[in-house]
C-alpha cells in the first residue's frame, strides 16, 4: 500500500491531485485518552475553503484514520488535533513513520494542552529528529496566501507567540506544527468558538497554505 502511495504521489502536480474527486484529507485518531475528535468541523471547513479557493475538489467528508492502519497510505495529508495524552505504539510509530518518509504530511495542530503529549509521541516516531522553528521565509508561510510574519494567531493559550514547528526528514518538511496558534479551532463553524471572521479566514487562508505545500513538496 505504502508503494502505491508513493507512486501516486511521484511527478504528479498540485491540481492533478488535489482535483480528483474522491481525495480526502484525513483526521489521525490514536489511543492514550486525548480527545483527537476535538474539532468536528475543521477538516470539512478547509476542504470546502480549498476547493472555493484553490480550484480543489476535496470531498469535505473527510476520513478518519488510525495511526496503525494501512488505510493511512491513501490520505496525502493527515491532521491531528486534541487537548491530552497521545500514546503510539511501536508498530503504530513505525507506521506513521513510514507513510512520512513514503511522501506523506502530518498537520498538527495544537489545541491547548496538546504539547508535552505531542513532542513524545512523535519522538517516538522520529527519534533522530527534534522540531525546529519554521524561519518567516519558509515556503509553507508563501503559498497561495502570503504570512510574512509567520503563523497568525488565532486563539490566545498562555499569551505566548504563535510558532510554527517543523520535523525535517532528509531535506524534506514531512510534518507541520501550529504551536500557540490554535488553526484548528480557527476552521471550526463559526457558532464553536464565535471568532471574528478576519481571524477565521486567516486560519483558513494557513491551512490553505499548508495542504498546498503537502500536495508540492
Known sequence: MKYLFVCLLMGASFFAQAQAPTMKLGLLKYNGGGDWYANPTSLKNLSNFCNTQMG???????????????????????????????????AEAENLRNYLIGGGFLEISDN??????????????????????????HPIYHQQFQFPNGLPKIHEHDGKPAQG?????EGRLVCFYDY???????WE???VHKDPDAIREQ??????????FAFEN
Open 56 to 90: 480543489t475538489s476535496f470531498d469535505p467528508d473527510y476520513g478518519t484514520v488510525d495511526v496503525g492502519s494501512a488505510e493511512l497510505f491513501g490520505y496525502p495529508m493527515v491532521h491531528i488535533t486534541g487537548h491530552g495524552n497521545i500514546i503510539f505504539s511501536d
Open 112 to 137: 491547548y494542552g496538546l504539547d508535552k503529549f505531542i513532542r513524545l509521541a512523535m519522538k517516538k516516531v522520529f527519534p533522530e529528529l527534534d522540531f525546529v522553528e519554521l524561519p518567516f521565509d
Open 165 to 169: 514547528f517543523g520535523l525535517i526528514w
Open 180 to 186: 500557540e496558534c490554535d488553526l484548528g479551532d480557527g
Open 189 to 191: 463553524d463559526w457558532e
Open 203 to 212: 486560519a483558513l487562508k494557513m491551512g490553505a497554505n499548508i495542504v498546498r
